[in-house]
């Protein structure tokens, strides 16, 4: 009773300090929401042209099949085309920044939509910006889903499907046994099944969100619109727990140094108080924050959407109780305020980044993926996304918010442990 | 009240404190007096239960080892560098602090206003600490030490920085404290102020208890020899013209080399 009074006094401190402090409430409360407007912006394929993805094309085919190709691309409204004569001009665009990426259809690019049906992948060359990472992520998705729309409406036009259909019977009977014509059928009707589901399959699994980064396709199950802004919040998010859990820890290790601990542990409470005291604190202005965040994204301008709220809330407590124990560990880094606010804000800079909270972690490299799994940031935004746009269920929400609790806890007993409480009174 | 006994403190090769003893009489005023390094915070530290000594005992009579528990209700600490909240006022201050000795939200109101008055800082009770001058500063550190009507209060330097004016008050409340009964440990280096307000005084250098009686027995004993040291300094630093003062006792036990 009198213990939990104490954490409860302790806490309500700390909110008071936080909300006197406006440059750190700023920073608390203005900061992410800035990150997610500010990323959301530059990811959105909504604005008036400005989201699309300048691309230099050029056409070493020349055929009927990749001219249809052409012209789809220069009608995607993901897309900005400008076609050029061969690859050394799309590539000085490039260089000078003023396009995104050279998109190159090869000498045998062919249809598409046959090439897809003879078993094998429809090849694309280009170059991309390296500065400009995402913008490739995001024209990747857009042509794969390009090439499906391009064969799904190829096969559509019965003329052109017979077509395809004879070329690939051409193709097989070349090489094959009778017998295995038979099987032909079966595979066709594959192919139509795959082609029936052509958007969620080539872009919800095979590039994960990338659809959603251009804002235009929705797969089947989900029931609300997806902007960038809905990729951009849960990162903002991530930032505003990272600044909550290092302006805790700081305040902490500031108050051991200002002397203020000292005081505290002369009090009749436990040392586990003061720092639960700390962590209720750090958890309450954390919930607060990502409040604002999702109240913020609801606006009509952001247009953010929730597919579950129930399972939003249970994300955002978890992502609170993990940036605790983020916050305790952080705190015992060091000895001064420079060095955990140093050491601390490299480590969580790299985890952030590493986490995805810059880049999505679906557009790195598969050996980073794996290495993301480590930072909480990571799992932070699977959680909110899950309960956002992915349409996690309560199944797939168990791990990442399991992670995020065992982060917590781990955390929060390990720095409690590592923590080193002043043991004299200054001087 | 409180008893130091062959007390031994080490900080890696530094020796703080050095088979210190002595015995806090209950109600006293007792100057702990030493120049800087002397062992003073250390002693103090260990007095509360925040260091563990390397060798010897601390007793809180009737109470137990300084790190138990029963201790922290009985003792009421006033560290050398501040230990308030800046960013809060001055009222919600001693309102946190009397909180976490359990009092309900009436009691602490009630505490606060009281102590505020005494430490004369009422009139800006509604005022963040930021704004505090060093002295106001000290005296709402010092308030902060009372919030629980401890028995033993430890002020360590508490005129460190403080203009004339606030040191008097200061010294108003260490008397008050006096009159209260309440045990005082008061530690310093300016040995005027260890004149006017401790019934019995301790000297210690390098962690080591040179003297320890009344001011005036300490001046009758060792006061000869300090005249002639006191007349080669400024009489405004020893307090008195002519010597016979603690300063040239102070002086004469613990030599005349540069401490910092
Ligand atoms: N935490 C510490 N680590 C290392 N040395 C210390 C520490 N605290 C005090 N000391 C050393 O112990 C000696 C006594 O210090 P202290 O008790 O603060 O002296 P005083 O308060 O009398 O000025 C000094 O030499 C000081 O440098
Ligand atoms: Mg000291």
Redesign the interface.
């Known amino acids: 009773m009198r213990a939990t009074r104490s954490i409860l006094l302790l806490a309500l401190k700390d909110v008071r300090l936080l909300l006197r402090d406006r440059l750190g409430a700023f920073f608390t409360f203005a900061f992410p929401v800035l990150y997610a407007l500010l990323f959301g912006l530059m990811f959105s394929g909504t604005g008036e042209g400005s989201g699309t993805v300048g691309i230099a094309l050029v056409d070493l085919d020349r055929t009927d099949g990749s001219r249809a190709f052409v012209e789809r691309l220069a009608d995607s409204e993901a897309l900005d085309v400008t076609l050029v004569a061969d690859s050394d001009a799309g590539r000085e665009l490039v260089r000078r920044g003023k396009l995104s990426a050279l998109l190159v259809l090869p000498e045998g690019f062919g249809d598409p939509a046959t090439t897809l049906v003879r078993g094998e992948r429809v090849r694309l060359e280009g170059v991309v910006d390296p500065s400009r990472k995402a913008e490739a992520a995001i024209l990747k998705g857009t042509l794969s889903g390009l090439v499906f729309e391009h064969i799904g409406d190829s096969l559509r036009d019965p003329d052109r499907a017979r077509a395809v259909i004879a070329e690939s019977r051409a193709a097989l009977s070349e090489g094959a046994p009778p017998a295995v014509a038979a099987a032909v059928d079966r595979m066709l009707s594959g192919v139509e099944g795959l082609l029936d589901e052509g958007e969620a399959v080539g872009l919800g699994a095979a590039d994960g969100p990338i659809d959603l980064a251009i804002g235009e396709l929705t797969s089947g199950e989900r029931t609300v619109p997806v902007t960038a802004y809905a990729l951009t919040f849960p990162q903002g998010a991530a930032w505003g727990l990272m600044a909550c859990a290092l302006g805790s820890s700081l305040s902490l290790v500031g108050e051991r140094s200002r002397g203020t601990l000292v005081r505290l542990s002369l009090a009749p409470i436990a040392r586990w108080q003061i720092l639960a005291g700390k962590a209720l604190s750090c958890f309450v202005i954390s919930l607060v924050m990502l409040a604002v965040l999702v109240g913020v994204a609801h606006l009509p301008v952001f247009g953010v959407r929730a597919e579950s709220y129930m399972l939003l809330a249970v994300a955002s407590v978890c992502a609170c109780a993990a940036f605790v124990g983020v916050m305790m560990l952080v705190a015992s880094f060091g000895k001064t305020v420079a060095a955990v606010e140093g050491f601390g804000r490299a480590v969580l800079l790299v985890l952030a980044l590493v986490g995805g909270a810059a880049v999505p972690v679906v557009f790195m490299p598969v050996w980073m993926r794996t290495a993301a799994g480590v930072s909480p940031f990571r799992w932070v935004i699977e959680a909110m996304d899950g309960a956002i746009w992915r349409g996690f269920g309560v199944q797939e929400m168990l791990l990442p918010c399991g992670v995020l609790l065992a982060i917590g806890l781990v955390g929060f007993v390990g720095g409690s442990l590592m923590f080193r409480f002043s043991r004299v009174m200054g001087d | 009240m409180l008893s130091f006994r062959g007390v031994t403190k080490t900080f890696g090769r530094v020796r703080a404190l050095d088979r210190l003893s002595f015995r806090i009489e209950p109600g006293e005023v007792f100057g702990l007096l030493g120049p800087n390094g002397a062992g003073k915070?250390?002693s103090?530290?260990l007095a509360?239960?925040?260091?563990r000594p390397d060798s010897g005992s601390i007793e809180l009579e009737g109470i137990g080892e300084p790190h138990e528990?029963a201790a922290?209700?009985a003792?009421g600490?006033s560290?050398?560098?501040?230990?308030?909240?800046?960013?809060?006022t001055a009222r919600?201050n001693l309102e946190?602090?009397s909180?976490?000795?359990?009092m309900t939200r009436r009691e602490r109101r009630a505490r606060a206003r009281e102590l505020l008055e005494r430490v004369g800082l009422h009139d800006r009770a509604n005022d963040?600490v930021a704004g505090f001058s060093g002295g106001m500063k000290r005296r709402l550190n010092l308030a902060?030490a009372l919030v629980h009507r401890p028995r033993i209060v430890l002020l360590?330097e508490p005129t460190a920085g403080v203009d004339p004016q606030s040191r008097n008050a200061l010294f108003d409340i260490v008397r008050g404290l006096r009159d209260d009964t309440t045990t005082v440990v008061y530690t310093t280096h300016y040995m005027e102020e260890a004149q006017r307000l401790c019934d019995r005084v301790a000297i210690i250098d390098h962690g080591r208890l040179l003297a320890l009686d009344s001011v005036s027995e300490l001046i009758s004993r060792f006061g000869g020899e300090g005249e002639r040291v006191a007349q080669d300094l400024e009489p405004a630093m020893t307090g008195s013209p002519g010597g016979g003062d603690l300063e040239s006792v102070f002086l004469e036990l613990t030599g005349r080399t540069l401490r910092d």
């Open positions: 915070t250390t103090i530290s509360v239960g925040l260091l528990q922290r209700e003792l600490v560290p050398q560098s501040l230990a308030v909240y800046d960013d809060l919600e946190l602090f909180g976490l000795y359990g963040r902060a360590d």
